[in-house]
């Protein structure tokens, strides 16, 4: 059932569990992902990030991924994630997204807030939700240039009252592209920060929280929780050993068919860990 976030980020902001958003690259992946949703009857939030949308072009990607979440049993949402521009959000909603983030985070407050506004203004029309970031996320990633600042309390408030976002993601001490889990969450800016404002609050680079970080950030209003590498090395290492252990072998079907099974056995123990599935 393809939905947009609009009930899956109010449900889980009022709720004990965060609802993931994983960040997919093709077919296989978004497959494998909403198998693990459909075993724990529970929605999921399926992304693309810019890597993504370079590899395959916004349409037909936005295409299969529609395709994915209207056969699922479950609430699916199509969602893109980091999107820079107003005409990015046009083209993947153009291509099927049911929700979009606008990422003006390296802007000023004002510009941010200006630009934000119009996307939410011209995606509601169409019945398609945005988040948007306020602080910024950092990368553990030399190669990309974006500077790390913690989300102001105050500024979130500002934010979410003035653009009217459905879901808003802070920086409390995370970065994207952790390999291991080794974040230092600040608990009392998060607190401060659900003490102002009622948005439905999203964490990305996940991968760097630790299990036990994991699950007492779901109890917060705490909605969505980006989950891009961690799945990422799954398929990635079980595919280097399907292929290792298979030298005669040249299907790629076959070759796709472990790294599937290990995504789906790892995203459901993600969904587990966030409260999910019971
Ligand atoms: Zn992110």
Same mark, same amino acid.
């Given at each position: 059932?393809?939905?947009?976030?609009?009930?899956?980020?109010?449900?889980?902001?009022?709720?004990?569990?965060?609802?993931?958003?994983?960040?997919?690259?093709?077919?296989?992946? /978004?497959?494998?992902?909403?198998?693990?949703?459909?075993?724990?009857?529970?929605?999921?939030?399926?992304?693309? $990030? @810019?890597?993504?949308?370079? &590899? *395959?072009?916004?349409?037909?990607?936005?295409?299969?991924?529609?395709?994915?979440?209207? $056969?699922?049993?479950?609430?699916?949402?199509?969602?893109?994630?980091?999107?820079?521009? #107003?005409?990015?959000?046009?083209?993947?909603?153009?291509?099927?997204?049911?929700?979009?983030?606008?990422?003006?985070?390296?802007?000023?407050?004002?510009? +941010?807030?200006? +630009?934000?506004?119009?996307?939410? @203004?011209?995606?509601? /029309?169409?019945?398609?939700?945005?988040? /948007?970031? =306020?602080?910024?996320?950092?990368? +553990?990633?030399?190669?990309?240039?974006?500077?790390?600042?913690?989300?102001?309390?105050?500024?979130?408030?500002? #934010?979410?009252?003035?653009?009217?976002?459905?879901?808003? /993601?802070?920086?409390?001490?995370?970065? &994207?592209?952790?390999?291991?889990?080794?974040?230092? =969450?600040?608990?009392?800016?998060?607190?401060?920060?659900?003490?102002?404002? $009622?948005?439905? =609050?999203?964490? &990305?680079?996940?991968?760097?929280?630790?299990?036990?970080?994991?699950?007492?950030?779901?109890?917060? @209003?705490?909605?969505?929780? +980006?989950?891009?590498?961690?799945?990422? *090395?799954?398929?990635?290492?079980?595919? @280097?050993?399907?292929?290792?252990?298979?030298?005669?072998? #040249?299907?790629?079907?076959?070759?796709?068919?472990?790294?599937?099974?290990?995504?789906?056995?790892?995203?459901?123990?993600? *969904?587990?860990?966030?409260?999910?599935?019971?």
């Amino acid at each position: 059932m393809l939905v947009n976030m609009k009930k899956i980020v109010e449900d889980a902001a009022k709720s004990n569990y965060a609802v993931p958003g994983f960040n997919v690259f093709g077919y296989e992946d /978004a497959a494998a992902i909403v198998a693990a949703a459909e075993e724990l009857d529970c929605p999921v939030i399926l992304m693309t $990030n @810019r890597d993504a949308v370079a &590899h *395959m072009p916004f349409d037909i990607l936005g295409g299969v991924l529609r395709g994915v979440a209207e $056969n699922a049993k479950v609430p699916v949402c199509v969602h893109l994630d980091h999107g820079k521009t #107003f005409e990015e959000a046009v083209k993947a909603i153009k291509a099927g997204y049911t929700s979009v983030m606008y990422d003006g985070s390296q802007l000023p407050l004002e510009e +941010n807030i200006k +630009n934000t506004k119009e996307i939410v @203004r011209m995606a509601h /029309a169409v019945g398609v939700t945005v988040e /948007a970031e =306020i602080g910024s996320v950092g990368y +553990n990633d030399p190669s990309i240039e974006a500077k790390a600042v913690y989300t102001e309390p105050e500024e979130a408030k500002k #934010f979410a009252e003035e653009t009217g976002v459905d879901a808003l /993601a802070v920086a409390i001490g995370t970065l &994207h592209r952790m390999e291991t889990q080794a974040a230092k =969450i600040q608990y009392d800016r998060l607190d401060k920060i659900q003490e102002l404002t $009622n948005v439905p =609050i999203v964490i &990305h680079g996940s991968t760097g929280i630790t299990d036990d970080d994991l699950q007492k950030l779901a109890k917060y @209003r705490v909605a969505k929780i +980006n989950i891009g590498t961690a799945l990422r *090395m799954v398929f990635g290492y079980k595919l @280097r050993e399907t292929i290792e252990a298979n030298p005669k072998e #040249f299907d790629r079907i076959k070759f796709f068919k472990e790294p599937m099974e290990a995504v789906r056995k790892a995203a459901k123990e993600k *969904m587990i860990l966030l409260g999910l599935g019971k």
